[in-house]
């Protein structure tokens, strides 16, 4: 395919720019050393508009084709951040940074990306408008939903976004996706738990309230058991418990329990909101003491509109040859799910071969995909908005 001969061809070029991002890793919104490489080698490839600090310290580049007749806008996306994790890779361009790296592969989601910008602007063959959109903050920031509130898909009059994820498991050279909910809806909650702290040796005159979190933790678990339908899916998982004492004879006031709720359905997920706040309370009360619930919603669900999906998966059959096209959705979350709340558009898989799971201090981003995800980027732009 003359798109993946290309990208072979780039694929040194690209590569050294993976390597960079990956060596510089910078979190949340604040990725202005790549951001600002991003937006230096965007001007080498003569891009027709770059416009920086969109959603804080986003970057969105417009190139056009020899033809903008069509009226089409396709948006493409990539993140840029990286993670506060340390990391144990051993390549030679392994983090300088310590504490931060790359361990979801966004580094190589911003190069493939970048390798797409400058086929496009080199060629040009679609009739229309593509808008590559660089991403911070996907890591719990909020980068997408940011990019969305400062006008990305208006002022740019965007009519469909896609977006790619490397993807541990699934071969190199190969993609995955599906039709409708692919990834959760991510949500937090905090409870507080107020009993009556005392010493140890005398909990008759306490009201344990580690004793209550505890109950609240194991009262927790039949949410998803007990009230979500068999046939949807569901989390609830208390990840934290704090004190407010350390001692070892000391029966704590106050107890902080936090934790995370996924779901694919948005009932399911009102449901799970809903239970975590009344099991808490009632829970709290049964025993005297007093539960206050903090439940944030987070990113929504990433949903795949129908007729963008089986655009994405034919790009992928000519880029690839082989697709899983029901491929299980995911329990993680992912803030690309702004995007397509704003715009239909689809999010698919890219294969990363055998390597450590995502957010693992071994991951490392396969420098083989990224001809594939390269070709797919640019593939979609031509085949969404055809030269003719």
Not at 281 to 301: H, I, K, L, Q
Not at 306 to 324: C, F, L, M
Request: glycine share 10%.
């Amino acid at each position: 395919m003359p798109i993946k001969n290309r990208f072979a061809e780039m694929l040194p070029e690209i590569t050294a720019w993976r390597h960079d991002f990956h060596a510089h890793p910078e979190l949340d919104y604040d990725v202005h050393r790549t951001a600002g490489r991003v937006v230096e080698l965007l001007k080498e490839f003569g891009v027709d508009e770059i416009t920086e600090g969109v959603g804080k310290t986003g970057v969105v580049a417009v190139i056009r084709g020899r033809k903008t007749g069509s009226g089409r806008v396709i948006g493409l996306r990539a993140d840029m951040d990286a993670l506060p994790i340390e990391e144990r890779t051993g390549v030679d361009y392994a983090s300088k940074t310590p504490g931060k790296m790359h361990a979801c592969g966004h580094d190589g989601h911003t190069s493939m990306l970048l390798g797409a910008a400058k086929y496009l602007a080199e060629t040009r063959n679609f009739d229309g408008t593509a808008v590559l959109i660089f991403q911070p903050a996907e890591e719990g920031g909020g980068g997408g939903r940011a990019m969305i509130e400062d006008g990305l898909a208006d002022r740019w009059n965007i009519q469909e976004f896609y977006g790619m994820h490397n993807m541990p498991g699934i071969p190199v050279g190969q993609f995955a996706i599906r039709e409708g909910s692919i990834m959760a809806a991510a949500d937090e909650f905090q409870i507080i738990v107020t009993g009556k702290g005392g010493h140890a040796a005398k909990p008759n005159d306490c009201i344990d309230s580690l004793l209550v979190a505890s109950q609240i933790i194991v009262a927790m678990q039949s949410i998803v058991a007990r009230n979500v339908d068999p046939l949807k899916s569901g989390v609830v998982s208390c990840c934290v418990v704090e004190t407010d004492s350390t001692a070892h004879n000391v029966i704590p006031q106050v107890v902080k329990i936090r934790g995370t709720a996924r779901s694919l359905d948005p009932a399911v997920r009102n449901m799970q909101a809903e239970a975590i706040q009344r099991i808490a309370e009632n829970t709290a009360a049964a025993f005297g003491a007093r539960a206050e619930v903090d439940y944030r919603f987070g990113y929504p669900v990433t949903v795949n509109n129908a007729d963008a999906t089986q655009h994405a998966i034919e790009v992928a059959q000519r880029v690839a040859g082989k697709v899983d096209t029901d491929c299980p959705p995911m329990m993680a979350g992912e803030d690309f799910s702004y995007m397509l709340n704003t715009r239909p558009g689809a999010y698919i898989f890219l294969g990363n071969g055998d390597t450590a799971m995502l957010h693992h201090p071994e991951f490392n981003f396969s420098d083989e995909a990224i001809p594939f995800g390269a070709s797919w980027l640019a593939e979609m732009i031509e085949t969404r908005m055809p030269a003719g």
